[in-house]
């Protein structure tokens, strides 16, 4: 067999490799009751769960808890995922400072004793680059 | 008014470039042909040489059309009111024009423009080349300028216009009913993250080297029409450089951008937009070594063909994934989607689909070496280096795709969920780690074997003095780190230490390298040089992210919920305005909120300034000084250049040297995007300090004012406010209030009092006007203690004065603090990276020149090492 064939064996082998083992590192976009499965199975994986931020009435956030004089590093809030189960999440970090006005979350990973331990909050804040809102004379317009 | 003129200018000269873009891809295309004879081929590529200027006039057109909207403030234009605003700087405008999609594809066609400028005028060498290469030129340019050509036909749109006006962007909106000429009075302002010096240079540097990569794919594909399978290479060789050195150079701008910019305690991500770039790039580097081998050898000409083929289709993939809007929720970046997807898809397949159909119908003619790969030859390890460049960004390649997957499944109606790895440093530092480790061995072998005679005997010659190096002194600084705590970290991963040692192991081989043709050739050496930068930016990551060490621990002991006691890293600290806390080896101090004041090369204290209803203007109430030089006095007007920013001192002291120095991390409030903080960084030759606030009591949140306490004093008394003890000393009638104009009859009278706080002691002047038969109070405000006070009222005939005291909380902010070690010699390795790839480029240009110089003995060794 010439070299140049192993070697190209070689890279196949490791290109195939690295197929498998991404396969293996994906995480998933679950629902809540998903995570709860998995957390009961006694999986460890983190998950990505898509929701919203219970609001009132008023537009006002709901059960949302940070109190950084006590604690800088404990933040908390329900999240309801697209099947409209609501669960509270906390997360070790100090509050996102835009938190407020996103309208869809995305956290990142697992159900540990009845709450969802997120080690990673993706914010999506429809009017972060695209302002679709302007009134006369105003200095800044947008959402 | 209105100005319609310049938008007509504008959008008719993006519509002059890409009709002209396929004039001169058709002509050259026509120039490009063997059959005809020559006289037709000139005067074709004549003509196409025509169109192609008038190409690359309307785009500068185009581009002083945008600029001109963005400077004169033409609010009427969707793109000036989104991206810009009254109060930019100059320097920032050139930003703007840059962060709305449009202005970046502009951007990319520039480059384009110049390069084929270049291209069409770099002299004899490249006449044969002109015609098929320009033809490529021409028609990626048709491509381009169809993105921002803003022209609908039927249902379908083509492309997304910067020169539409709000009216047309917004024709729901009311304003715009009642008048169909309102212009806005001002922009909503360019992303306050990008009002920044590195994203001036940043994306210019990226799009040059977008651009470049165009030059050896055209040159390519140029070989394969014309049936000049290897000649493409020499004059491709430079361009390569050159690409992979904008390309790289570019991402370490934007990595370093985000290193002092944002917030998330580093230089590098793995977002999909960084990946994107990354890829490429290590596709091209590949490529360029696959060249070098058939330049020597007459080997490997078909890998480089795919290889070139790649790293450009790549660049294209990179566009449509960040641009397509793709990516959803896989990004911290919100793309917009311009509802280009299709377009951009077009662009990528119509590319990819042309350039393997055309390498797989010319496949068989493509000649080849029967000879065998040896063991023994410098071509072997430089194959197998380009093969590990290509594995580690496939790897980055298959991953960043995910979401692609399930969009593509979703597409053929399966239904997908598959997201990121959760934790994508561990993911990719698993591969790239090991990719790193076999690069840095095979960039100090594959030179040696390179430079050498090769043969057993010699090459063990070679390697003897850089791997006795090697061993030396990676024992020695492994044996200080570990047993005499030299650095702040111990060095005994065993993974981070077989990286270590095989990055000094590159360095002193390529060293050896440069010494031993400093004597023959120096310009020979940028191979040399370049992979020293790359060995020397291996060693830089392994520190300073392998070693990077948060220092901001909770060590107050309070735990909000202890049902997870252990796992969790609690890596921000509360730090009390002017308490002083302890965190590692420094006792830190939150000093107070700071602004830029223009004139004054320090921050000033908020507290000395008095606000006026213009955000950017502000009056000294006391003298600003810096090292006692006053640069401005008590009611003097200043000029605040950036309002939204505050800057937090926080002052750090080394506990065991008591060395002092100050931080000023920034936060800004935005009105769409909520607080922004970014870092500031203190440098240390071992390390830097990085640190920045993670969390600050909103700003624009009223603050809790306790009820109002009454006290009523004479001169002299001495009272006890909030657990404070104050001086109240007497009252003063003063003829100026800055910012309140005073008539006659109108009476200012100010307080003065005396507060003794925990470390110092505050002076407050409460003011109390009497203007048109009216009260005003003007209370002084002491945010390190807490506290408000208010003048109300006098007693003439007793004598008396009312006081009025209100507590709140005290201002504070969330810290967050780490530790970098070595992150300098990332950025070192960077330049001299760079500094070799200038090198490789003047070398490989000139040699691009040469006529082969085989014929010639005399010159044959030289030749030898050329080739």
Known sequence: ?143 | MINTLIGDIGHLSVIIAFVAAIVSSYAYFMASRSSADANSLNSWRRFARGAFYVHGAAVIVVIFALFNIIYEHRYEYYYAWSHSSNHLPVHYMISCFWEGQEGSFLLWIFWHVVLGVVLMNSGKKNKEWEAPVMAMFSFVQLFLTSMILGIVIGDMKIGSSPFILMRDFMSDAPVFAMDPNFKPEDGTGLNPLLQNIWMVIHPPTLFLGFAATLVPFAFAMAGLWKNKFGEWVRPALPWAHFAALSLGVGTMMGAYWAYETLNFGGYWNWDPVENAVYIPWLVLVGAIHTMLIFRRSKQGLRISYILVIASFILILYATFLTRSGILGNASVHSFTDLGLSGQLFTYLTAFTVLAVALLIYKWKHIPTTEKELTTYTGEFWVFIGAAVLCLAGFQVLTTTSIPVYNSFLGFIGIDSNAALPADQIEHYTKFQLWAGVLIAVLTGIGQLMWWRKTDKKSFADAITMPLMLTLLFASLVIILSNNFDVFDFKLDNPVYIILFVTSLFAVFANLSIILSLLHKKVSLSGGAVAHIGIALMLLGILFSSGYSNIISGNTSGMLYSREFPDEINRDNVLLWRNATTDMDKYKVTYHGQFIEVAGVPEYVNKEILFRTADEYTAIARADIKVNDKIYFKTSDTLELPSPENTYYEVEYKNRETGETFILYPRAQVNPNMGLLASPDIKSFANKDLYTHVSSVPDPNEEKEWSQLQEHTVAMGDTIILNDYVAIFNGVEVIKEVPGVPLKEGDVAVQADMKVMGEKKTYHAHPLLIFKDGMAGYYPEIIEDLGLRITFLNIDPAKQEFKIGVNTTQKDYIILKAMEKPFVNILWIGTIIMSIGFVMAIVRRNEDGGRKPAKTKPAKKAEAAQVA
């Open chain 1, 1 to 143: 067999m010439k070299k140049s064939h192993i070697i190209g064996i070689v890279i196949i082998a490791a290109a195939i490799m690295i197929i498998m083992s991404t396969a293996g590192d994906a995480s998933t976009y679950v629902d809540f009751g998903q995570a709860k499965e998995l957390a009961e199975d006694g999986s460890k994986s983190k998950v990505h769960v898509v929701g919203r931020l219970k609001k009132d009435a008023k537009g006002h956030i709901v059960g949302m808890q940070y109190d950084p004089l006590v604690d800088p590093n404990y933040f908390s809030f329900m999240l309801v995922d697209t099947n409209r189960v609501e669960q509270k999440v906390v997360y070790f970090n100090p509050k996102p400072q835009d938190f407020e006005r996103s309208e869809q979350v995305v956290i990142t990973g697992n159900m540990q004793n009845d709450v969802f331990v997120a080690d990673k909050i993706l914010l999506k804040c429809p009017s972060k680059y695209v302002e679709t809102e302007v009134k006369p004379n105003t200095t800044t317009a947008g959402l």
